[in-house]
């Protein structure tokens, strides 16, 4: 039983860890390699919410769809996974027809050139 145990965890420590690729509504092909993720179960909206602090990037998956939103603040996620509605927190305070834009990303080139580096 000891021997199965340490060749298992042998086998999970040389296995290579593979990034997670999602493809957002603008059809852009994200690496979560970067962000940190958490399946939502208490929102009918929000499915799951991944952030990039340093980038300030989130993704979300609201109704089966991964949208891409910049320049968020990590007090502005905190505040989305603490509401008592997620999905009207977000409907109110990220999403791009409601804020004008204010979340909106670069453009292809701009973002392809985050990914690279």
């Known amino acids: 039983m000891v021997r199965a145990l340490a060749i298992l965890l042998a086998q999970l420590a ?54 891409r939103y910049c320049g968020v603040t990590a007090d502005t996620v905190e505040r989305l996974l603490g509401a008592p509605s997620m999905g009207h927190f977000f409907n109110q305070n990220i999403k791009r027809d409601v804020t004008a834009g204010r979340h909106a990303c670069p453009g292809r080139h701009a973002y392809e050139r985050v990914l690279r580096s």
């Open 14 to 67: 040389t296995t290579p860890i593979v990034s997670e690729m999602v493809e957002t509504a603008e059809h852009r092909l994200v690496d979560l390699k970067t962000f940190e993720c958490r399946d939502i179960t208490r929102s009918t909206v929000l499915q799951r919410v991944c952030y990039d602090p340093e980038q300030q990037h989130l993704i979300v998956a609201a109704n089966g769809t991964y949208d």
